[in-house]
C-alpha cells in the first residue's frame, strides 16, 4: 500500500480529495479533515483561496460521528456513512494523522468474509450447506481444510459467527482465486469506488495456491480495505447488488440516484442481507446491540453486518470493523467504521456502529454509550446524548 500523500507528493490528502471536484469545489483543494457544521449544513475549507464548499453530509450525524471517534479510544479511526438510496454520503470522520476514510489503512480482517460470501452465493452454494471442522480460530493450517471436525454448522451462520475455517474449505472446494478478486473489484475491496472525489483504491491479494487462497478468503492479511470500500460493498447489497455511485459534493438540489452497473444478482444479495442479520442477532455484534436485560437497542430495526478483528502488523494494534446497513428489509443507511486500537482496547467498532445507527434513527431517546458496560478497557463507560431526533423516512 502506497499512503495517499505519497501518491500526490507534496499535494496531501486533503487537498488530493478535492483535485478533479468540479464545480461544486471550484478546482479548490478542500480539508475534509477539518469541517464546519452548522444546523443546516456542512462545509469543507479550501487550502487556496479561502472560502468553503458544500457537502451532502448531515450536520447531526456528522457531529455524532465526530464525537464517538474522539470517544473511541484509538489511535485511528473512521466512520463514513451514507443514504443507500441515492449513494449521498452523510458522515465522513476521521481520527488521527489522516483522511482514514479515503485510504485503505487496515487489514479487511473478516469483513473479507462478504467477498467470499457473495462468490460462494453466486457459485450457488446453499446457506443451508453444513461444514463440520475443528479450530482455525486464529490461524489456518493445510490438515484443517481436509479433516472432518467434531464442531457442525451452516454456512448461513458461519457468516455471522465468523467462523473461519467454513469459509476457508467452501472456498478451496468451490472458488478460484480470479472468482475472489472479481468479486472484491465489484464490491469495493479493492480498486477504485466509484465516488465525486478522488480516493486511494483498496488493495486485495489472493494467492495462486489452493491452500492461500483459501487462507485468504477468510480474511488473512490479504490486503488494506479503505472505510469507503466497505461502505461500498453495504451499499450495493442493501440496493439488491446493484452498484450506486456515492456523491460527497452537494451541487444544489436533491442528489441523483446514478447507478454504476451491477455487482450481484438480486436473489445473491437479499440472500446475503439475510445471512448478515446473524451478525447483530446471536453472532458477533449480538451483545453490543442488545442491552444488559435482552432487550435490542433498535427496537423493530433490523440490522444487517458484518464485524472484523485482526491483530498485528507493522505496530501492535487490533484492527476492529463493523460495516453494516438498516433496516435490513427496507435499507436507508449504511454505515462503516475502523478502529486501530491498542491490544488493551476501550471501544470496538460493533458498539460505535450500533450507536451511530442510534443516533440516525431515534437520537433524542437514546443514550449513546450504554453498550460499553462490561467491555470498557482502561476507562469507565460514557453516556452521552446524540443529535437531534430524526423521523423515520
Not at 483498496?202 to 469507503?228: C, E, H, K, T, Y
Not at 440516484?257 to 446475503?272: D, H, K, N, Q, Y
Not at 454505515?335 to 491490544?343: A, E, H, R, T, Y
Amino acid at each position: 500500500m502506497r499512503p495517499l500523500s505519497r501518491l500526490l507528493a507534496g499535494v496531501g490528502l486533503a487537498a488530493a480529495l478535492a483535485l478533479g471536484a468540479g464545480e461544486a469545489s471550484a478546482d479548490r483543494p478542500l480539508d475534509l479533515r477539518h469541517l464546519r457544521v452548522t444546523d443546516d449544513a456542512v462545509f469543507a475549507p479550501a487550502l487556496a483561496g479561502g472560502g468553503e464548499v458544500k457537502t451532502t453530509l448531515d450536520p447531526s450525524l456528522q457531529r455524532a460521528a465526530a464525537r464517538l471517534l474522539a470517544h473511541s479510544g484509538a489511535h485511528e479511526g473512521a466512520i463514513v456513512a451514507a443514504d443507500v438510496r441515492t449513494g449521498r454520503i452523510l458522515a465522513w470522520a476521521s481520527l488521527g494523522g489522516r483522511d482514514y476514510v479515503a485510504e485503505p489503512f487496515a487489514p479487511s480482517a473478516s469483513l473479507f468474509k462478504v467477498v467470499t460470501a457473495a462468490a460462494l452465493l453466486e457459485a450457488h452454494v446453499s446457506p443451508t450447506a453444513r461444514e463440520c471442522y475443528e479450530g482455525g480460530e486464529h490461524e489456518i493450517h493445510p490438515a484443517d481444510l481436509e479433516q472432518h471436525g467434531s464442531i457442525c454448522t451452516t454456512f448461513g451462520e458461519a457468516l455471522g459467527h465468523s467462523v473461519n475455517l467454513v469459509f476457508a474449505r467452501l472456498a478451496k472446494r468451490y472458488l478460484g482465486p480470479e472468482a475472489l478478486r472479481r468479486y472484491a473489484a465489484e464490491l469495493g475491496y479493492s480498486g477504485e469506488v466509484p465516488i465525486d472525489v478522488p480516493v486511494v483504491a483498496s488493495v486485495v491479494r489472493i494467492p495462486d495456491d489452493p491452500f492461500g487462497m483459501a487462507r485468504a478468503s477468510a480474511g488473512f492479511w490479504n490486503g488494506q480495505l479503505s472505510p469507503l470500500g466497505a461502505l461500498f460493498a453495504m451499499t450495493t447489497v442493501a440496493n439488491d447488488g446493484e452498484r450506486v455511485r456515492l456523491s460527497l459534493l452537494d451541487h444544489g438540489g436533491p442528489v441523483p440516484r446514478v447507478p454504476a452497473g451491477r455487482a450481484l444478482t438480486p436473489a445473491t444479495a437479499r440472500m446475503l442481507a439475510r445471512m448478515l442479520e446473524v451478525t447483530t442477532r446471536r453472532g458477533t455484534a449480538a451483545k453490543a446491540f442488545r442491552r444488559p436485560d435482552g432487550a435490542p437497542y433498535l427496537a423493530g430495526i433490523p440490522v444487517a453486518a458484518k464485524t472484523g478483528t485482526l491483530i498485528g502488523g507493522g505496530r501492535a494494534r487490533m484492527y476492529s470493523w463493523f460495516a453494516g446497513f438498516a433496516p435490513s428489509n427496507k435499507p436507508e443507511i449504511a454505515v462503516d467504521i475502523m478502529l486501530g486500537n491498542d491490544l488493551r482496547w476501550h471501544t470496538k467498532a460493533n458498539v460505535i456502529g450500533r450507536e451511530l445507527l442510534e443516533s440516525y434513527f431515534h437520537a433524542g431517546d437514546a443514550r449513546v454509550g450504554d453498550a460499553r458496560v462490561g467491555e470498557a478497557r482502561g476507562g469507565a463507560a460514557r453516556a452521552a446524548s446524540g443529535p437531534r431526533a430524526r423521523r423515520r423516512r
